[in-house]
């Protein structure tokens, strides 16, 4: 049975926040965009332009303010880590009435932070798998042939996450539901932060790091595994090494275009919360620690 549309808020329109609301707009779905101003003006202005290897090219209008004045169904929350403070203010609880939260972002601490403004069992755990980035406002590149959502809410009912999977299905967005948020948000660290510490930290590409810097891979690897598997998820130090072989020899983390690109990087959410994650469980991770103060001290 086909679905009502649902009423969507994106706050963050950069490559991920840009790429997921364009898809649910093209699908039918209403949806407004939280950005700041200068933004939120271009967007409302000019629309939303995507060039996708996995959904073609393609131009959606745009709503955009900067601050939610009404309830949604769901609110995709995909603001840097760096900036997530100040684009939640833009989020009044008392405005968002009922809606669930989905948290498209790097890391594992700001879920602590989301429930404290929202309700526990509105706040979702999400991770997405998919390379995408904004070129300017409105201009989003998605250069993976794949955008991949998992989440889970150890509080929420079952129904509701399996009608936003099925929301998010039906819009082209790939999407499963997980038994554990634990499982949704360190299963994708456990890939992501060597993934993001190491080709930032040496300014190389998936393919260099894997030939170049081995050693460092294997290390950082299984030491975030071991602290997944600590905090209740997989840790499948095999299996993440396996995806990092198979993985484009030319890809780039996010946090490294951010640092190319002269924005804030995110090493505190990525490597920090594996360090404090790992301090908490007693699991020793000495490499990807001094990866983790390398970067720090280089100011990045």
Known sequence: MTQSPWSVAVVGPGG???????????????????????????????GLEVSSVQYGDFRVPATAVPRLAAPVDVCVVAAKATALDAALDAVPAEVLGA??????????DHMAGLRERFPSARVLAGAIRVESTRVAPGRIAHTSPFCAVELAGDDTPRTRLETLAGQ???????????????????????????????????????????????GDLEAVVGEVAAVARAAG????????????????PGMKSSMQRDVEAGRPAEVDAIGGAVLRAAARAGVDTPVTARIVEDLRARGI
């Open 16 to 46: 991920v926040g840009g790429l997921v609301g364009a898809v649910l707009t093209r699908a039918g779905h209403p949806v407004v965009f939280v950005a700041r101003p200068d933004t939120a003006a271009a967007l409302t202005a000019g």
């Open 99 to 108: 809606g669930l939260v989905l948290p498209l972002l790097n890391g594992v």
């Open 168 to 214: 998010l299905g039906a819009a082209g967005i790939d999407a499963a539901v997980r038994d554990s948020e634990a499982l949704v948000i360190w299963d994708k660290l456990a890939f992501l932060a060597p993934l993001a510490l190491l080709t930032t930290a040496y300014g190389a590409t998936a393919g260099e790091v894997r030939e170049k810097y081995r």
């Open 233 to 248: 998820a997989t840790g499948d130090a095999g299996a993440v090494i396996g995806f990092f072989d198979r993985m484009p």
